[in-house]
Nanobody
Framework: QVQLVESGGGLVQAGGSLRLSCAAS????????MGWFRQAPGKEREFVAV????????YYVDSVKGRFTISRDNAKNTVYLQMNSLKPEDTAVYYC???????????????????WGQGTQVTVSS
């Protein structure tokens, strides 16, 4: 069982930056791929970024490439999403996810990934 708790969301002006954190419980954290998803009002939840268990592989949705960076610290059981050059269209609730299989995030098909956080709101004003 893995429990995920996100933090770091807030209100920021366009062009600004935020860093989201996701703290995970459980000794198996380092064996899980970790990802970030987001859901804007009236839209479906979408994949944002994923990082492999070792941190050696990362993937991003095209709309955030070059602006967002996903990273992880296995010693702290934490995954991060550094978001720079934020745009109003980045406004959404951001969710952290965990699964042993990285592909469950690249090919997002509920009910996978297996574990989800409660979400943190990110609002970007124009």
């Amino acid at each position: 069982q893995v429990q995920l708790v996100e933090s770091g969301g807030g209100l920021v002006q366009a062009g600004g930056s935020l860093r989201l954190s996701c703290a995970a419980s459980g000794r198996t954290f380092r064996s899980y791929a970790m990802g970030w998803f987001r859901q804007a009002p009236g839209k479906e939840r979408e994949f944002v970024a994923v990082i492999s268990w070792s941190g050696g592989n990362t993937y991003y949705v095209d709309s955030v490439k070059g602006r967002f960076t996903i990273s992880r610290d296995n010693a702290k059981n934490t995954v991060y999403l550094q978001m720079n050059s934020l745009k109003p269209e980045d406004t959404a609730v951001y969710y952290c996810a965990a699964d042993p299989e990285l592909n469950t995030m690249l090919v997002f098909a509920p009910p996978l990934p297996r574990y989800w956080g409660q979400g943190t709101q990110v609002t970007v004003s124009s």
